[in-house]
């Protein structure tokens, strides 16, 4: 079995700055990616950030509205990725939820993806 769980969403106000993290835990084998995405109310789901782990290493691309503005990093040795997001706006406000697709112990050779439960982040103006 394997969670993610998010932490970091606040209230900030515009112009701050605000860590995200999400956490990977349970029969790992290998995180083969992990990603950002944000879902604000009555919009659809929007990539923030995705991150692959290939034979090239990390590689990250961001979504068009944060590029500049945030920053997402792996700590692989604690199966951990964060989103640094920096001059925050009004607009980023946003449920953030982390996915993955990660290869389980139980079967090494697939790749699921796996979902959190989301962090809210209110951004005011």
């Known amino acids: 079995q394997v969670e993610l769980v998010e932490s970091g969403g606040a209230l900030v106000e515009a112009g701050e700055s605000l860590r995200l993290s999400c956490v990977a835990s349970g029969s790992i084998f290998k995180i083969n990616a992990m990603g950002w995405f944000r879902q604000a109310p009555g919009r659809g789901r929007e990539l923030v950030a995705h991150?692959?782990?290939?034979?090239?290493?990390?590689?990250?691309t961001y979504g068009g509205s944060v590029k500049g503005r945030f920053t997402s990093s792996i700590d692989t040795d604690k199966n951990t990725m964060y989103l640094q997001m920096n001059n925050l706006r009004p607009e980023d406000t946003a449920v953030y939820s982390c996915?993955?697709?990660?290869?389980?112990?139980?079967?090494?050779?697939?790749?699921?993806?796996?979902w959190g439960q989301g962090t809210h982040v209110t951004v005011s103006s």
């Open positions: 991150t692959t782990n290939g034979i090239n290493g990390l590689q990250t």
């Open positions: 996915n993955a697709d990660i290869s389980p112990l139980t079967d090494k050779w697939n790749s699921l993806r796996y």
